[in-house]
């Protein structure tokens, strides 16, 4: 991957947040068409205020390809969705990440020369051509190209359910594999896993760390969900005595969670699922409900107020914003646009193109299987 860095003007975080808004939106009017801007959920809403379309990942990802006259997107998110989209896009079509230091923790934990090394490993142990290897949306496009390289797919925290399904075999379909490699969200891998049936014991931790990923070579053979030891540092930060709490507080109250939480936290919530699924039990709420939300705190505080006739709170009241997301502020996103009215691109974000067509494949597995 190639970063084009530069260093933003002191003038942008010097201006107000009314020339900002102000210096964006001319900025969006003058480029047009040629524009997009795209908002993750858990964006700030001086960013979101100005998205052309909000949504996951992924599904930012697929309108940028949808809309091909739109030569510049710009990705308000983090770093392994800018290197989706640009993935996804089109030649023509250029991706900017308005600041290069908003990576993603959890991405991050699964680095392409430790699952390498972890590859090698189970190798010795399991016939490799039977392991699946699967891929959270989070992780980097390398993980991805591994992923589309060894037979596997990419998966969202929507589908994440069916295409262990499509690895594992199911009533519908016979297996791929024995058993799945899954990076890099161990909870996701195993609040899916569990919600199919699968016991505790065939659920086993890889710690890229240890040798033999911290487990004895009996065990691997057993398992058959090997979970990479990765998570999110901010859904880790929710708790089983928050959950508590909220209900002793709020007898009626419920308790709706993001798969990335541990499992004592999604087996104690009234509903679970993907940041989507969160939305529409929101909207199709009883007038009058108590809800608490374990996930990002910007997309809660967004539901709450748009939501007036509910109660929403965020489970963790200590605040649990995703720091890397919110290094996309309004300085950024108005030299971006500036830049790009100047005919300058700045922080674009480009995947080689082995890269990104190994990712491809992963990617288009997951079409299929969804
Ligand atoms: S919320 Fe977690 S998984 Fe999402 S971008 Fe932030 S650190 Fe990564």
Request: hydrophobic share 45%; proline share 4%.
């Amino acid at each position: 991957m190639i970063k084009i860095a530069a260093s933003m003007p002191a003038e942008y975080r010097d201006a107000s947040s009314e020339e900002l808004a102000r210096r964006i939106a001319a900025a969006k009017e003058s480029l047009g068409s040629r524009l997009l801007i795209l908002g993750h959920h858990y964006q700030m809403d001086e960013v979101m205020d100005f998205a052309d379309a909000r949504g996951d990942s992924f599904g930012l990802s697929k309108i940028a390809a949808e809309q091909r006259d739109a030569e510049i997107v710009v990705f308000c998110g983090v770093h392994f969705m800018a290197e989706s989209a640009d993935i996804l896009t089109g030649p023509e079509q250029r991706v900017i990440l308005p600041d290069l230091s908003a990576g993603c923790s959890m991405a991050d934990m699964a680095d392409i020369d430790q699952v390498e090394a972890a590859w090698a490993d189970l190798a010795t142990i399991v016939d490799i051509e039977r392991v699946v290897p699967i891929t959270y949306m989070n992780s980097t496009a390398a993980i991805k190209a591994f992923v589309g390289r060894h037979g596997g797919a990419v998966c969202t925290s929507s589908n994440a359910r069916a295409v262990l399904a499509w690895a594992l075999g199911d009533e519908k379909a016979s297996a791929r594999g024995d058993r799945v490699f899954f990076l890099p969200d161990q909870h996701l891998g195993r609040n899916t896993a569990l919600s199919m049936g699968y016991d505790q014991e065939e659920l086993v931790l890889w710690d890229p760390a240890q040798p033999l990923g911290g487990q004895m070579s009996d065990v691997i053979e057993q398992s058959r969900v090997l979970l990479w030891k990765g998570h999110c540092s901010v859904h880790g930060r929710f708790t089983i005595d928050q959950v508590r709490r909220f209900r002793e507080e709020n007898p009626e109250g419920k308790v709706i969670v993001h798969p990335e939480c541990t499992q004592d936290v999604v087996e104690s919530a009234d509903a679970w699922g993907s940041t989507d699924f969160l939305i529409r039990w929101i909207e199709a709420a009883p007038i009058g409900t108590v809800v608490t939300i374990g996930t990002e705190v910007h997309l809660v505080s967004r539901l709450a107020k748009e939501h007036p006739e509910l109660t929403i709170t965020c489970l963790d009241d200590e605040v649990c914003p995703c720091i890397t997301m919110a290094r996309i502020d309004a300085p950024h996103l108005a030299w971006v646009l500036e830049e790009a009215m100047e005919g300058r691109i700045r922080n674009q974000i480009t995947v080689d193109p082995e890269t990104a067509r190994w990712s491809l494949v992963a990617l288009e597995r997951m079409l299929e299987i969804t």
